[in-house]
Structure formats: structure tokens, C-alpha cells
């Protein structure tokens, strides 16, 4: 799998002429990997997939999904920002809102054969 670093991503941006249009979202994504990296997470074990969903509509933003490939590939923790859900289910204006699933079983199960 070939990777690209944020500053690759800016110029394939830029040659496009999309520089000015993926900006924020390049800032996002360089904000993300700064927390990430200050919590010494190792940034070269985490795969990030333009491609990847989570399969709900009502996500709105950034959504993740924590698996160990060396075993099933299945989620252990997944989630994501859904900021319009609470709108679409009758607030009277947007909430912002972040949620995510945790398989205790999964876990479990990780936990022991560790």
C-alpha cells in the first residue's frame, strides 16, 4: 500500500487546483494525526482509508473504526461524529455529538490471548 504524507496530499492538492477547496480537511487531517502522535501512538500502525465507512448515513464527519488485522479484522471499537442525527430525529437545530461502540466480548477475547 502506498502512503502519502500530508505535505504530498497539499501538493497532489495543488497541482489538481483543489489546494484552496481540501485545506481545511488536509488541516484536520494533520490536527488528527499531532494528537494522535502526542499520546505516542505510533502513527506508522495506524491505516487511515479515504474508502473506509462506517455504513450509517447519519455519520457527519470523522469516523473510525480500531481492529487488529493479525487476528479476524473485526471492530473492537468503532465510531465517529454524527452531528446532524439529533436534528433528523426532531431537535430544532443541529447538536454536535460523537459517539462510539465498544465489543466488551471482543476485547475480552483479545485480552486473553494476548
Do not use: C, H, Q
Not at 1 to 25: F, K, Q
Not at 44 to 69: A, I, N, Q, W
Amino acid at each position: 500500500m502506498y502512503e502519502l504524507t500530508a505535505a504530498e496530499l497539499r501538493a497532489l492538492a495543488g497541482d489538481a487546483n483543489m489546494g484552496n477547496a481540501l485545506s481545511p480537511a488536509l488541516d484536520l487531517f494533520e490536527s488528527r494525526n499531532g494528537f494522535l502522535a502526542a499520546r505516542d501512538i505510533d502513527l506508522k500502525r495506524v491505516s487511515f482509508s479515504t474508502s473506509f465507512g462506517r455504513g450509517f448515513d447519519y455519520y457527519t464527519g470523522f469516523v473510525f473504526e480500531l481492529t487488529d488485522p493479525a487476528r479476524t479484522g473485526d471492530p473492537l471499537v468503532a465510531g465517529g461524529r454524527y452531528d446532524g442525527l439529533l436534528a433528523r430525529l426532531g431537535a430544532s437545530e443541529p447538536i454536535a455529538a460523537v459517539g462510539f461502540a465498544v465489543w466488551i466480548e471482543r476485547l475480552a477475547a483479545y485480552g486473553a490471548s494476548s
